[in-house]
């Protein structure tokens, strides 16, 4: 695209980049647009401008309602990736908020995924060792079909036998059936604050990277404030 027009500025959305490293994405990919203004969203690069969600402010929500309003005391997690900035902090905090309310975070009630669709698998093996799991924990809301169809196959409903949340507010989320609770932007979404970063990068302004707080949007498989 740069051979075809010149950029004012780029706002990169390609979280698989995340793990080469900085110096080998300036060489690699940015050479002829080194001075050009650049934001990074939804996964952070050292030294650039970067949009991200702040992961902590939602999933406290979550637990706190969970475990002081709902009174549930057994909680399961599908994460994600161990090369995953943004899964490992969802883990750490989760496990954070759950010893906060005088809960143990069980590796037993633990397990990775690919964070894609196709967790089937995954979700299985949580629900075979933790068969009285009351809530369970997706690290975004595409690992949440793999969970529903393995719920489906016990005759398990999300929100009635299992609460069930996700991460990131797709409009995934709204489409499933029962529609999934899940923890997105409080305020501003990613993209409208890359855009504002960026404006403000073009016009020679300083720019620092911003944190965006999250909340949790309660639906039927976690009735929270129904969204």
């Given at each position: ?128 060792r933790n ?54 932007a409080e ?5 409208q604050r ?34």
């Open positions: 695209l740069e051979e075809i027009c010149k950029f004012d500025g780029l706002i990169i959305a390609l979280g698989s980049m995340a793990k080469i490293k900085r110096q080998i994405i300036n060489r690699r990919f940015f050479k002829s647009l080194i001075n050009t203004p650049k934001v990074f969203v939804a996964f952070e690069l050292e030294g650039m401008v970067n949009v991200v969600y702040d992961n902590e402010p939602g999933i406290k929500e979550a637990v706190d309602y969970l475990v002081n309003v709902c009174g549930l005391t057994k909680f399961g997690m599908l994460g994600g990736r161990e090369d995953n900035l943004d899964s490992n902090r969802r883990k750490e905090i989760y496990k954070r908020c759950l010893e906060n309310n005088r809960l143990t975070f069980d590796e037993n009630c633990y397990e990775d995924t690919d964070m894609s669709i196709n967790t089937l698998a995954e979700a299985e093996r949580l629900l075979n068969p009285d799991l009351e809530a369970i924990f997706c690290v975004n809301d595409a690992v949440a079909n793999g969970l529903y169809e393995a719920m489906k196959k016990r005759r398990l409903v999300p929100g009635k036998d299992i609460r069930v949340f996700g991460f990131d507010n797709t409009r995934k989320a709204g489409d499933m059936i029962p529609s999934l609770a899940t923890i997105g305020n501003v979404t990613l993209g890359a855009l504002e970063s960026i404006l403000q990068m073009i016009n020679g302004e300083k720019v620092e990277s911003t944190y965006i707080p999250t909340r949790l949007y309660g639906r039927e498989s976690c009735d929270y404030e129904m969204y």
